[in-house]
């Protein structure tokens, strides 16, 4: 059982679907491994959902529901009958080969290794990568210039502020400068997610914010 | 409005028509005719009744020129996939959320520069709530048919925040800047916001 979460707002903001993807990654595969989150998640969902029932109402111009369904009849049922999957589903799963050990893993000092994912997944300014730490090794202090968010996949580290483990979601802001260093026993692996440093205000969130482009 | 009564059982996946108030069910019953018998008719009413508030959350979103787009992504979505929905899990309106949530994500994507290379599905990342993948006891689920209340008891001013962030999809620093208050003050009222709206269901539930 993981014991280190989202923040509620960080879940709120995952719910409402204007986190960025990146960061949705990291919540979505933290809630793979946490029920209560998605104990939680399921509130915020039905939050949603209230808001869509007390909207004000706006007409529908394009077509009527007669003109609709004919569109709809005329269109071939996709192979896949349904977008909505029913498992519980990891993220991950289509972006890695079946076992850790198969990862094409970047030697970046004698104990750590890294496998990039920022090209297959994120814009502009983010950074998503899987980190390996060779059990019981140090990482080089460090801080970082935007958030980092890091969860857990096998094995855990401990650092200035507290010991991880599997499942668990920690953040790091600038203000933090630490030195995480792997549990004895096994590689730590984990998922790590480097937000853009930049700090955007207004309107131009948008424009610059690939997420949110138009 | 009826109230809807306390249930204790934890027993999941039971369905307990009795505790809902008769709109709530209404909507589980059309579904549910859609589903088995893809009768058009009552997907009529489900669509007469939720694309015009698909439209508002698609204007709401600053998606507005997708609008009728999202619409019809999201009515296909209903229709297909009616026969996934189950009452047990989340109400027909979050549901209905989740896939709209879902599909304003995918034009957004689509949209975008980044969609050549993606290899997660936002079904993926965002999962439809569904038989597998879903926590909630029937006591949740009864709480959350109490939320339109909590939500109108909220402080107004916790009440603008919490709608300008989740429902108009807006940057935390954007709602902050429209309100005029420092990005601290606006994470304390959601934060606040939160914690009144668990009370509020915890209390519903004695
Ligand atoms: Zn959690």
């Given amino acids: 059982m993981s ?11 995952y719910s409402a679907g204007s986190l960025s993807l990146a960061q949705s990654l990291a919540v979505a595969v933290h809630l793979f491994m946490c029920g209560q989150c998605r104990g939680q998640l399921e509130q915020l969902n039905a939050l949603g959902g209230t808001l869509l029932a007390q909207s004000d109402p706006q007409a529908v111009e394009v077509q009527g529901f007669d003109d609709f369904m004919d569109t709809l009849d005329a269109k071939p049922e996709p192979q896949i009958t349904t977008k909505v999957q029913s498992r519980l589903y990891n993220p991950l799963q ?23 994912l920022t090209k297959q997944l994120a814009g502009q300014g983010v950074r998503v990568a899987l980190q390996k730490i060779r059990a019981g090794a140090k990482v080089p202090p460090h801080s970082h210039r935007g958030q980092e968010t890091t969860v857990i996949l096998s094995g855990g580290f401990s650092d200035e502020l507290g010991v991880y483990h599997k499942g668990d979601f920690v953040t790091r802001d600038a203000s933090h400068r630490h030195t995480p260093t792997a549990l004895q026993n096994e590689d730590c692996i984990c998922l790590t997610v480097l937000d853009a440093p930049i700090y955007f205000v207004s309107g131009f969130y948008r424009l610059l914010n690939p997420f949110m482009r138009w | 409005m009826a109230q809807t ?14 505790t809902r108030d008769q ?22 009413q489900i669509y007469d009744h939720f694309a015009p508030r698909i439209k508002a959350y698609a204007m709401n979103q600053g998606v507005s020129q997708q609008a009728d787009e999202l619409v019809q992504e999201v009515m296909t979505s209903v229709w297909r996939s009616a026969d996934k929905y189950a009452d047990s899990l989340a109400s027909v309106s979050t549901w209905i959320f989740t896939i709209t949530r879902n599909q304003r994500i995918d034009l957004l994507r689509k949209a975008g520069r980044m969609q050549a290379e993606i290899k997660v599905e936002t079904e993926e990342l965002w999962q439809i709530p569904s038989e597998d993948n879903t926590v909630s006891s029937i006591q949740q689920l009864s709480a959350q048919r109490h939320l339109s209340k909590s939500i109108s008891e909220l402080p107004e001013e916790q009440m603008i925040a919490v709608k300008k962030v989740y429902y108009e999809g807006k940057t935390h620093q954007e709602v902050a800047a429209e309100l005029n208050i420092p990005l601290g003050t606006l994470k304390g009222r959601l934060r606040l916001s939160m914690q009144k709206l668990r009370v509020m269901l915890e209390a519903k539930e004695l």
């Fill in chain 2, 23 to 44: 709109d709530t069910q209404k909507w589980v019953d059309l579904l549910h005719q859609v589903a088995h018998h893809r009768d058009r008719e009552a997907f009529r």
């Fill in chain 1, 3 to 13: 014991g280190y979460h989202p923040d509620e707002i960080t879940l709120m903001d």
């Fill in chain 2, 5 to 18: 009564s306390v249930i204790r059982s934890k027993v999941r996946h039971m369905s307990a028509p009795g």
């Fill in chain 1, 94 to 116: 289509n972006l890695l080969p079946d076992s850790f050990d198969a990862i094409p893993w970047r030697k970046q000092t004698k104990d750590i290794a890294e496998y990039d």
